[in-house]
Nanobody, 126 residues
Framework: QVQLVESGGGLVQAGGSLRLSCAASGRTFSRCAMGWFRQAPGKEREFVAHISWNGGITYYADSVKGRFTISRDNAKNTVYLQMNTLKPEDTAVYYC???????????????????WGQGTQVTVSS
């Protein structure tokens, strides 16, 4: 069992930066691939980024590539999402998710993940 708690969201101006954290409990975190997703009002939840169990492989949605960076610290049971050059269209609730596999077969699919956090709000003003 893995429990996930996101933090670091807030209000930021366009062009600014935020770093989200996702703290995990449970001894299996270091063996889990992790993902970040987001959901804007009235829209479906969408994939943002994915990282393998050891951080060696990462994937990004095209909309965030070059601006966002996913990383993890297994010693701290934490995965991060560094978000730079934020845009108003990045406004959403951001969720982290854990996949019990070392590397997800289909990292952009919601049903690939076994555990989800409660989300943290990110609002980017223009």
């Amino acid at each position: 069992q893995v429990q996930l708690v996101e933090s670091g969201g807030g209000l930021v101006q366009a062009g600014g930066s935020l770093r989200l954290s996702c703290a995990a409990s449970g001894r299996t975190f270091s063996r889990c691939a992790m993902g970040w997703f987001r959901q804007a009002p009235g829209k479906e939840r969408e994939f943002v980024a994915h990282i393998s169990w050891n951080g060696g492989i990462t994937y990004y949605a095209d909309s965030v590539k070059g601006r966002f960076t996913i990383s993890r610290d297994n010693a701290k049971n934490t995965v991060y999402l560094q978000m730079n050059t934020l845009k108003p269209e990045d406004t959403a609730v951001y969720y982290c998710a854990a996949d019990r596999k070392y590397l997800s077969d289909r990292p952009s699919r919601l049903d690939e993940y076994d555990y989800w956090g409660q989300g943290t709000q990110v609002t980017v003003s223009s």
